[in-house]
T-cell receptor, first 117, second 116 residues
């Protein structure tokens, strides 16, 4: 049972345009969401996170939107740059609802983003 | 501030052997989580340690175990290796557990384990 889903395995955009990566989740207990970027043979690098008490969090070119009713989050990268080409994972956790599942991130399958010069 | 370090970076073992992987968290971080990444299953949670105690465990067989030391460094052990254990093993550290933003996990580069 995939609790976090990234339905698009790949995405290709032109440099300077917007990249939108999507993620859906099924577990209503998730209250903290993160996006990671990963290059081959390296560990994921934290990009941005959002708590369920917010619906938007912005950090430079990266913005994460959370729609709790739809159990959907998205990562916007504006403008996209060739160096953004990587695999992007969304992850979710139950940070706020007790300690039984803290420290455990549930990851989506990842979306490979290619930004063309 | 140094990041999460993992040793060794690469490891080749044969079936039936056992292996120990090491993870040193970011200074001040007390929580260490371990993940397995394979092409077919993606990133899957193995277990989490906080203050030398295992607080959470994923759906992996008992051949996978771990521990955490008083300095927050952690080791993961896999006994009786199987071909399917070939994967990138990642550890992540966070400052504490139980709240937003402090729970942000920072990953090490991983240990690539190949089982022949």
């Amino acid at each position: 049972d995939q609790q976090v889903k990234q339905n698009s395995p790949s995405l290709s955009v032109q440099e300077g345009r917007i990249s939108i990566l999507n993620c859906d989740y099924t577990n209503s207990m998730f209250d903290y969401f993160l996006w990671y970027k990963k290059y081959p043979a390296e560990g994921p690098t934290f990009l941005i996170s959002i708590s369920s008490i917010k619906d938007k969090n912005e950090d430079g070119r990266f913005t994460v939107f959370l729609n709790k009713s739809a159990k959907h989050l998205s990562l916007h990268i504006v403008p996209s740059q060739p160096g953004d080409s990587a695999v992007y994972f969304c992850a979710a956790s139950e940070s706020l609802h007790g300690s039984s599942n803290t420290g455990k991130l549930i990851f989506g399958q990842g979306t490979t983003l290619q930004v063309k010069p | 501030k140094a990041g999460v370090t993992q040793t060794p970076r690469y490891l080749i073992k044969t079936r039936g052997q056992q292996v120990t992987l090491s993870c040193s968290p970011i200074s001040g971080h007390r929580s260490v989580s371990w993940y397995q990444q394979t092409p077919g299953q993606g990133l899957q949670f193995l277990f989490e340690y906080f203050s030398e105690t295992q607080r959470n465990k994923g759906n992996f067989p008992g051949r996978f175990s771990g521990r955490q030391f008083s300095n927050s460094r952690s080791e993961m052990n896999v006994s009786t290796l199987e071909l399917g254990d070939s994967a990138l093993y990642l550890c992540a550290s966070s400052f504490t557990a139980g709240g937003p933003f402090t729970d942000t996990q920072y990953f090490g580069p991983g240990t690539r384990l190949t089982v022949l």
